[in-house]
Protein backbone atom coordinates (compact mmCIF):
# COMPACT_ATOMS: atom_id res chain seq x y z
CA UNK A 1 0.00 0.00 0.00
CA UNK A 2 1.29 3.58 -0.55
CA UNK A 3 0.74 6.68 1.53
CA UNK A 4 0.66 10.31 0.66
CA UNK A 5 2.05 13.09 2.55
CA UNK A 6 3.59 16.49 2.02
CA UNK A 7 6.67 15.67 3.97
CA UNK A 8 8.82 12.36 4.79
CA UNK A 9 11.23 12.51 7.69
CA UNK A 10 13.74 10.11 7.30
CA UNK A 11 15.46 9.59 10.73
CA UNK A 12 13.62 10.50 14.43
CA UNK A 13 17.22 11.09 16.18
CA UNK A 14 17.60 14.65 17.27
CA UNK A 15 17.45 16.02 13.81
CA UNK A 16 14.80 14.08 12.90
CA UNK A 17 12.57 15.45 16.14
CA UNK A 18 13.55 19.28 15.38
CA UNK A 19 12.40 19.43 12.20
CA UNK A 20 9.31 17.25 13.44
CA UNK A 21 8.79 20.74 15.70
CA UNK A 22 8.83 23.49 12.94
CA UNK A 23 7.33 21.25 10.47
CA UNK A 24 4.10 21.18 13.00
CA UNK A 25 4.59 24.65 13.99
CA UNK A 26 4.34 25.08 10.04
CA UNK A 27 1.24 23.30 10.14
CA UNK A 28 2.18 20.85 7.09
CA UNK A 29 1.34 17.25 6.88
CA UNK A 30 4.39 14.95 7.95
CA UNK A 31 5.93 11.56 9.12
CA UNK A 32 9.12 10.58 10.61
CA UNK A 33 9.86 7.36 9.44
CA UNK A 34 12.65 5.92 11.83
CA UNK A 35 14.79 2.94 12.09
CA UNK A 36 15.16 2.04 15.65
CA UNK A 37 12.64 0.60 17.53
CA UNK A 38 12.59 3.08 20.71
CA UNK A 39 12.56 6.75 20.92
CA UNK A 40 16.14 8.08 21.58
CA UNK A 41 18.25 7.88 18.44
CA UNK A 42 21.93 6.73 18.09
CA UNK A 43 22.37 8.38 22.11
CA UNK A 44 20.58 5.06 23.06
CA UNK A 45 23.63 3.14 22.34
CA UNK A 46 26.29 5.29 23.46
CA UNK A 47 28.87 3.91 26.30
CA UNK A 48 28.00 3.88 29.93
CA UNK A 49 29.95 6.74 30.85
CA UNK A 50 29.64 9.24 27.90
CA UNK A 51 28.92 12.83 29.12
CA UNK A 52 27.48 15.66 27.19
CA UNK A 53 29.86 18.86 26.77
CA UNK A 54 27.71 21.33 27.76
CA UNK A 55 25.39 22.08 30.37
CA UNK A 56 21.40 20.69 29.65
CA UNK A 57 20.30 24.13 29.26
CA UNK A 58 22.51 24.21 26.74
CA UNK A 59 21.79 20.89 25.29
CA UNK A 60 18.55 21.54 23.96
CA UNK A 61 15.87 21.29 21.01
CA UNK A 62 13.33 24.34 19.94
CA UNK A 63 10.74 24.61 22.20
CA UNK A 64 11.45 22.38 25.13
CA UNK A 65 14.86 22.89 27.84
CA UNK A 66 16.30 19.97 28.48
CA UNK A 67 15.61 19.58 32.62
CA UNK A 68 19.03 19.22 34.43
CA UNK A 69 20.32 16.01 35.33
CA UNK A 70 19.87 15.95 39.80
CA UNK A 71 23.98 15.48 40.87
CA UNK A 72 25.36 16.12 37.20
CA UNK A 73 26.71 19.57 35.74
CA UNK A 74 27.17 17.25 31.87
CA UNK A 75 24.19 15.14 31.39
CA UNK A 76 24.67 11.22 30.99
CA UNK A 77 23.33 9.98 27.11
CA UNK A 78 20.74 8.23 29.60
CA UNK A 79 19.26 11.56 30.13
CA UNK A 80 19.29 12.82 26.64
CA UNK A 81 17.38 9.34 25.96
CA UNK A 82 14.85 10.54 28.37
CA UNK A 83 14.63 14.28 27.38
CA UNK A 84 14.19 13.07 23.71
CA UNK A 85 11.28 10.25 24.31
CA UNK A 86 9.86 12.92 26.35
CA UNK A 87 10.05 15.23 23.52
CA UNK A 88 8.61 12.84 21.12
CA UNK A 89 5.49 12.35 23.61
CA UNK A 90 5.20 15.98 24.21
CA UNK A 91 4.81 16.99 20.53
CA UNK A 92 2.61 14.41 19.83
CA UNK A 93 5.15 13.62 16.73
CA UNK A 94 4.06 11.64 13.96
CA UNK A 95 6.71 8.74 14.57
CA UNK A 96 7.03 5.34 13.21
CA UNK A 97 9.51 3.68 14.92
CA UNK A 98 10.79 -0.05 13.68
CA UNK A 99 10.61 1.74 10.06
CA UNK A 100 13.87 1.82 7.90
CA UNK A 101 13.78 3.80 4.63
CA UNK A 102 15.74 1.83 2.04
CA UNK A 103 15.55 4.47 -0.76
CA UNK A 104 14.34 7.54 -2.22
CA UNK A 105 13.15 7.83 -5.70
CA UNK A 106 11.85 10.26 -8.24
CA UNK A 107 8.85 9.73 -9.22
CA UNK A 108 6.43 12.34 -11.45
CA UNK A 109 5.54 15.52 -9.15
CA UNK A 110 6.32 13.63 -5.87
CA UNK A 111 9.64 11.59 -4.32
CA UNK A 112 8.68 8.31 -3.64
CA UNK A 113 10.21 6.69 -0.32
CA UNK A 114 10.39 3.24 -0.24
CA UNK A 115 11.07 1.38 3.17
CA UNK A 116 10.91 -2.15 4.95
CA UNK A 117 7.47 -1.62 6.02
CA UNK A 118 5.67 -0.04 2.76
CA UNK A 119 5.56 3.17 0.37
CA UNK A 120 5.25 6.69 0.73
CA UNK A 121 5.08 9.37 -2.23
CA UNK A 122 5.81 12.57 -0.94
CA UNK A 123 6.35 16.47 -2.10
CA UNK A 124 9.44 16.95 -0.33
CA UNK A 125 11.77 14.79 1.85
CA UNK A 126 14.10 15.44 4.93
CA UNK A 127 17.04 13.27 5.17
CA UNK A 128 17.88 12.83 8.88
CA UNK A 129 19.64 9.83 9.62
CA UNK A 130 23.06 10.83 10.88
CA UNK A 131 25.89 8.71 11.16
CA UNK A 132 25.84 6.48 13.61
CA UNK A 133 24.65 3.68 11.58
CA UNK A 134 28.03 4.09 9.49
CA UNK A 135 31.03 3.44 11.59
CA UNK A 136 34.33 4.06 9.71
CA UNK A 137 37.84 1.55 9.87
CA UNK A 138 40.54 3.07 8.25
CA UNK A 139 42.30 0.02 6.12
CA UNK A 140 45.17 -0.30 8.50
CA UNK A 141 47.63 -2.41 7.51
CA UNK A 142 47.27 -6.33 8.82
CA UNK A 143 44.03 -5.50 10.15
CA UNK A 144 42.62 -8.44 8.43
CA UNK A 145 45.44 -10.72 10.73
CA UNK A 146 45.30 -9.71 13.67
CA UNK A 147 43.09 -12.74 15.79
CA UNK A 148 42.18 -10.34 19.06
CA UNK A 149 39.26 -8.39 19.10
CA UNK A 150 38.42 -5.68 17.23
CA UNK A 151 35.65 -3.09 17.90
CA UNK A 152 34.24 0.48 17.27
CA UNK A 153 32.94 3.39 19.28
CA UNK A 154 30.18 2.40 17.52
CA UNK A 155 29.88 -0.78 19.84
CA UNK A 156 32.22 0.00 23.18
CA UNK A 157 30.05 0.18 26.50
CA UNK A 158 32.30 0.14 29.73
CA UNK A 159 35.52 -0.79 30.72
CA UNK A 160 33.62 -4.44 32.55
CA UNK A 161 34.41 -6.00 29.24
CA UNK A 162 37.41 -5.44 28.63
CA UNK A 163 38.78 -6.55 32.32
CA UNK A 164 42.70 -7.93 32.38
CA UNK A 165 43.32 -7.64 29.04
CA UNK A 166 45.95 -5.13 26.93
CA UNK A 167 43.88 -2.65 24.78
CA UNK A 168 44.75 -0.04 21.70
CA UNK A 169 42.21 2.67 21.78
CA UNK A 170 43.14 4.15 18.15
CA UNK A 171 42.02 7.73 17.09
CA UNK A 172 42.63 11.47 18.52
CA UNK A 173 39.47 12.77 18.61
CA UNK A 174 37.18 13.27 21.34
CA UNK A 175 35.98 9.64 21.38
CA UNK A 176 39.10 8.57 21.31
CA UNK A 177 39.78 10.26 24.43
CA UNK A 178 37.31 9.50 26.11
CA UNK A 179 36.95 5.89 25.96
CA UNK A 180 40.69 5.77 26.80
CA UNK A 181 40.14 7.93 29.37
CA UNK A 182 37.25 5.68 30.74
CA UNK A 183 39.51 2.50 30.32
CA UNK A 184 42.40 4.28 32.09
CA UNK A 185 40.77 5.36 35.32
CA UNK A 186 38.67 1.92 35.71
CA UNK A 187 42.12 0.43 36.49
CA UNK A 188 41.78 -3.16 35.53
CA UNK A 189 42.91 -1.99 32.13
CA UNK A 190 46.05 -1.88 30.27
CA UNK A 191 45.54 1.28 28.15
CA UNK A 192 47.73 2.57 24.83
CA UNK A 193 46.45 5.24 22.93
CA UNK A 194 47.27 5.73 19.77
CA UNK A 195 46.91 9.03 17.00
CA UNK A 196 48.23 9.71 14.06
CA UNK A 197 49.17 13.41 15.52
CA UNK A 198 49.71 14.36 18.51
CA UNK A 199 46.17 14.71 20.54
CA UNK A 200 45.50 18.63 20.78
CA UNK A 201 43.11 19.23 23.73
CA UNK A 202 40.96 22.47 24.14
CA UNK A 203 41.33 24.98 26.88
CA UNK A 204 39.63 23.56 30.16
CA UNK A 205 37.12 26.08 30.05
CA UNK A 206 35.79 25.55 26.68
CA UNK A 207 32.75 23.47 26.54
CA UNK A 208 29.50 22.82 23.77
CA UNK A 209 28.13 26.41 24.35
CA UNK A 210 31.65 27.80 23.58
CA UNK A 211 32.05 25.56 20.48
CA UNK A 212 28.56 26.05 19.19
CA UNK A 213 29.59 30.01 19.22
CA UNK A 214 32.81 29.22 17.39
CA UNK A 215 30.94 26.92 14.40
CA UNK A 216 27.99 29.68 13.90
CA UNK A 217 30.95 32.66 13.79
CA UNK A 218 33.08 30.42 11.16
CA UNK A 219 29.91 29.95 9.22
CA UNK A 220 28.69 33.29 9.43
CA UNK A 221 32.48 34.90 8.35
CA UNK A 222 32.01 32.17 4.93
CA UNK A 223 28.84 33.26 4.20
CA UNK A 224 29.88 37.10 4.48
CA UNK A 225 33.06 36.36 2.31
CA UNK A 226 35.64 36.88 4.93
CA UNK A 227 38.47 35.06 5.74
CA UNK A 228 37.53 31.53 7.03
CA UNK A 229 38.52 31.71 10.74
CA UNK A 230 38.98 27.67 10.71
CA UNK A 231 36.03 27.41 13.23
CA UNK A 232 36.39 24.74 16.41
CA UNK A 233 39.05 22.67 14.28
CA UNK A 234 41.36 25.93 14.81
CA UNK A 235 41.34 25.71 18.68
CA UNK A 236 41.67 21.84 18.73
CA UNK A 237 40.51 18.15 18.47
CA UNK A 238 39.66 16.90 22.45
CA UNK A 239 37.05 18.81 24.70
CA UNK A 240 38.45 18.38 28.00
CA UNK A 241 34.90 17.11 29.77
CA UNK A 242 35.68 16.16 33.32
CA UNK A 243 37.06 12.49 32.51
CA UNK A 244 39.36 13.48 30.21
CA UNK A 245 40.98 15.98 32.54
CA UNK A 246 41.25 13.68 35.13
CA UNK A 247 43.32 10.95 33.12
CA UNK A 248 45.31 13.62 31.41
CA UNK A 249 46.34 15.62 34.93
CA UNK A 250 47.22 12.05 36.57
CA UNK A 251 49.52 11.05 33.76
CA UNK A 252 47.38 8.28 32.39
CA UNK A 253 46.80 9.90 28.63
CA UNK A 254 49.52 9.93 27.25
CA UNK A 255 49.23 9.23 23.48
CA UNK A 256 51.49 7.45 21.12
CA UNK A 257 52.07 7.91 17.54
CA UNK A 258 49.94 5.14 15.24
CA UNK A 259 51.52 1.94 14.69
CA UNK A 260 53.00 0.40 11.67
CA UNK A 261 50.88 -2.28 10.90
CA UNK A 262 48.80 -5.12 12.86
CA UNK A 263 50.14 -8.35 13.64
CA UNK A 264 48.61 -11.44 14.82
CA UNK A 265 48.80 -11.16 18.27
CA UNK A 266 49.27 -7.40 18.54
CA UNK A 267 50.73 -4.31 16.62
CA UNK A 268 54.39 -3.31 15.37
CA UNK A 269 55.25 0.01 16.10
CA UNK A 270 57.69 2.35 13.66
CA UNK A 271 61.09 1.00 15.02
CA UNK A 272 60.51 -2.57 14.40
CA UNK A 273 59.72 -3.53 17.72
CA UNK A 274 55.88 -4.95 18.73
CA UNK A 275 53.68 -5.40 21.51
CA UNK A 276 50.71 -7.51 22.00
CA UNK A 277 47.55 -6.70 22.58
CA UNK A 278 44.28 -8.35 23.54
CA UNK A 279 41.64 -5.95 21.73
CA UNK A 280 41.58 -2.62 19.73
CA UNK A 281 39.22 -0.25 19.73
CA UNK A 282 38.65 2.45 16.44
CA UNK A 283 37.71 5.23 17.64
CA UNK A 284 37.90 6.79 14.35
CA UNK A 285 34.41 8.58 13.35
CA UNK A 286 31.66 7.85 11.02
CA UNK A 287 30.13 8.54 7.66
CA UNK A 288 27.27 9.83 6.69
CA UNK A 289 24.34 7.37 6.45
CA UNK A 290 23.25 8.19 3.14
CA UNK A 291 23.07 5.08 0.63
CA UNK A 292 18.27 5.58 1.18
CA UNK A 293 19.41 8.53 -1.21
CA UNK A 294 21.62 6.86 -3.60
CA UNK A 295 18.59 6.12 -6.57
CA UNK A 296 18.51 10.38 -6.67
CA UNK A 297 22.36 10.08 -8.13
CA UNK A 298 23.24 13.29 -5.77
CA UNK A 299 27.02 12.39 -5.21
CA UNK A 300 29.82 14.10 -7.27
CA UNK A 301 33.16 13.17 -8.06
CA UNK A 302 34.23 13.03 -4.30
CA UNK A 303 30.96 11.15 -3.40
CA UNK A 304 30.07 14.70 -1.56
CA UNK A 305 26.25 15.91 -1.93
CA UNK A 306 26.38 19.48 -2.11
CA UNK A 307 24.04 21.50 -0.95
CA UNK A 308 22.93 25.08 -0.42
CA UNK A 309 22.55 25.43 2.99
CA UNK A 310 19.98 21.81 3.96
CA UNK A 311 18.59 21.69 0.25
CA UNK A 312 20.31 19.35 -1.81
CA UNK A 313 21.45 21.83 -5.42
CA UNK A 314 20.60 18.19 -7.70
CA UNK A 315 16.78 18.32 -6.19
CA UNK A 316 15.25 20.71 -4.99
CA UNK A 317 12.50 19.12 -2.78
CA UNK A 318 15.19 16.89 -0.96
CA UNK A 319 17.37 18.88 2.67
CA UNK A 320 19.91 17.47 4.61
CA UNK A 321 19.73 17.69 8.26
CA UNK A 322 22.08 17.27 10.87
CA UNK A 323 24.96 15.51 9.58
CA UNK A 324 27.46 18.28 10.53
CA UNK A 325 28.75 21.89 9.39
CA UNK A 326 27.99 21.03 5.97
CA UNK A 327 24.45 21.19 6.33
CA UNK A 328 24.41 23.73 8.72
CA UNK A 329 26.81 25.11 11.71
CA UNK A 330 26.95 22.94 14.72
CA UNK A 331 24.25 21.12 12.71
CA UNK A 332 25.45 17.86 14.19
CA UNK A 333 24.18 18.55 18.12
CA UNK A 334 21.18 19.18 19.75
CA UNK A 335 21.76 22.95 20.34
CA UNK A 336 22.79 23.62 17.09
CA UNK A 337 19.94 21.14 14.52
CA UNK A 338 17.61 23.29 15.68
CA UNK A 339 18.49 26.77 13.76
CA UNK A 340 18.82 24.64 10.63
CA UNK A 341 15.44 22.39 11.22
CA UNK A 342 14.00 25.77 11.08
CA UNK A 343 14.90 26.76 7.88
CA UNK A 344 14.82 23.59 6.25
CA UNK A 345 11.21 24.20 7.11
CA UNK A 346 10.62 27.59 6.07
CA UNK A 347 11.92 26.27 2.63
CA UNK A 348 9.82 23.59 2.48
CA UNK A 349 6.46 25.61 3.68
CA UNK A 350 7.43 27.86 0.42
CA UNK A 351 7.90 25.10 -1.81
CA UNK A 352 4.69 23.53 -0.91
CA UNK A 353 2.83 26.97 -1.16
CA UNK A 354 3.62 27.30 -4.49
Known amino acids: MTQHVDVVVAGGGQAGLAA???LRRQGID???????????????HMWDSLRLFSPADHSSLPGRLMPAQ???VYPAAGHVVDYLTDYEKRYDLPIQHGTRVDAVHRDADRLRVTTDSGTWRARAVISATGTWSRPFVPAAPGRGVFTGRQTHTVTYRSPADFA???VIVVGGGNSGAQIAADLTLDGHVDVTWVTRRPP???PDDIDG???FDVATARRSALDAGRDDTGGVAALGDVVAVPPVRAARDAGLLNAKPMFSRLTAHGVQWADGSQSHADAVIWCTGFRPALAHLAPLTLRDPRGHIPTDGTRAVGEYRLHLLG???????????LIGVGRTAR???????QLLGG
Open 30 to 44: FTVLDAEPAPGGAWQ
Open 343 to 349: EATRQIA
Open 20 to 22: GYH
Open 323 to 333: YGDWTGPASAT
Open 209 to 211: RAL
Open 70 to 72: PGE
Open 200 to 202: RFL
Open 164 to 166: GQR
